[in-house]
Every structure is written in C-alpha cells, then in structure tokens.
C-alpha cells in the first residue's frame, strides 16, 4: 500500500527561527509533491509543489525534494505565531488500478511558533 | 464567489435523516472531489469526478451517495448516518483530471458533520 509518513508532531519552534518540516514516501514512481497549510477548523491551503529534484523557494517557504532517499521537506524561514498550523504533505501517485493520479496524504505535522 | 464553496457549513443530524452536501466550484476546473477528515487520521478520499464521470469510489458505504451534474456541482447524499461519520466533509476541486502528473488540488471550507 503506498503511504505517506509524517511526525505528527507537535514540533515546536521559537519565533524568528526556522522550522524544518518532513516527509517520507513509499511509491518510488510519484512525480510530484505539495505542501498545504491547515489552520485549526479550517481547510488545507496549499502553499508549495514541488516536481523535480532539489529546492524551490517562495517567499519565506523552501520546499526540497530528494527523489533518490524519497523524502521532501518544508523549511520556514523567520516563522511567526501566524505560521502555527498543521502541515500536510500529499504525494500525486499512480493508482494501481487504472493509470489515473491520486494525492495520497500524510496525517500532518503540528507546528507551533512560540513568541 | 471565489474558488471553491461548500453549503452547509454546519450539519447536524439524526441517523435515520437524509441530507445532502453541496459543493460549487469557480475555478474552472475538470475534477473535483470527496474527502472525509477525522481527528489525527489522513485525508481519506471518498469519491472523484473527472469531466462529470465517477473515475473513483474507494469503498465508500453506501449510506453516502454522489452527484454531478456538472463540472462545476458536486452533492454528497447522506442516509442513515452512523456516530462514526461524524467528520469534516471536505470538498476539492483541480484542473488535472488525475491523468496529469500536477494535480494541485484546492479545497472549500469543508461541512463539520454530526451524526446524534
């Protein structure tokens, strides 16, 4: 079964600092990679994708992906209250059935910014 | 409106009640989605819709019944609910019709769901 792993956290980090968030995937064939943001009873925000290999960068947000140890990772520069959140990772993969492309998603990790 | 919708917000009911879901998108997209959050557990997908047709049902009971009638619209009909359905009923729409390797999924609000 092709999953998704995260550490669920919560990872707590003081504010200024930079958290470092990570995800592990089992599906050696998955080409593309996203992170979203979930605010406490809201609804995921995506906030980065990623297709190749190395670092993309927007604004304070680094999303690395490593193809080769299947991990990607979410780093956040100077963090703030406001980036205390649940973050998710989603993995686009084949299904097994029928050649269509599915998210398959970790549980997320809480991160909370400490003032 | 913008993006994706989702009516009610709120939905409280009995088991033996039945009540639909609704989810609008304005973003033009092919696809769209049914997603179940419970507490500490992953994003289960419940069904997908590519161009208006079912491409996904990941053994959902049938107690939950989908609609689209178009790209756009998308119902969820909800009957004879059990406790453990409580959950947040969230809606997501994308271009890709999950043959493409991109599929950036965008979500509504989502409907919190009890089931008394």
């Known amino acids: 079964q092709k999953e998704v792993e995260q550490n669920s956290g919560p990872l707590s980090v003081p504010e200024g600092a930079i958290a470092s968030l990570n995800c592990t995937y089992s599906?050696?064939?998955?080409?593309?990679f996203f992170w979203y943001r979930q605010y406490s009873g809201k609804s995921p925000e995506l906030i980065m994708s990623?297709?190749s290999n190395g670092d993309k960068e927007d604004g304070r947000f680094t999303a690395q992906l490593n193809k080769a140890s299947q991990y990607v990772s979410l780093l956040i520069r100077d963090s703030q209250p406001s980036d205390s959140a649940t973050y998710l990772c989603a993995v686009n993969t084949l299904t097994s059935m029928d050649s269509n492309y599915q998210l398959i998603w970790g549980a997320g990790t809480k991160l909370i910014i400490k003032p | 409106e913008t993006g994706v919708t989702q009516t009610p917000r709120h939905l409280v009911m009995g088991m033996t009640n039945k009540k639909s879901l609704k989810c609008e998108q304005h973003?033009?997209?092919?696809?769209m989605y049914w997603y179940k959050q419970s507490a500490k557990k992953p994003l289960e997908l419940m069904f997908v819709y590519n161009f208006k047709e079912q491409t996904e049902n990941n053994s959902v009971p049938s107690r939950f019944s989908p609609e689209c009638p178009n790209s756009s619209h998308l119902f969820l009909h909800l009957h004879t609910l059990q406790p453990e359905d409580s959950a947040l009923y969230l809606c997501a729409s994308s271009q890709s019709p999950g043959r493409e390797i991109s599929n950036e999924q965008y979500f509504g609000p989502g409907t919190r769901l009890t089931v008394t």
């Open positions: 990623i297709y």
């Open positions: 973003l033009g997209h092919n696809a």
């Open positions: 599906d050696r064939g998955s080409q593309s």
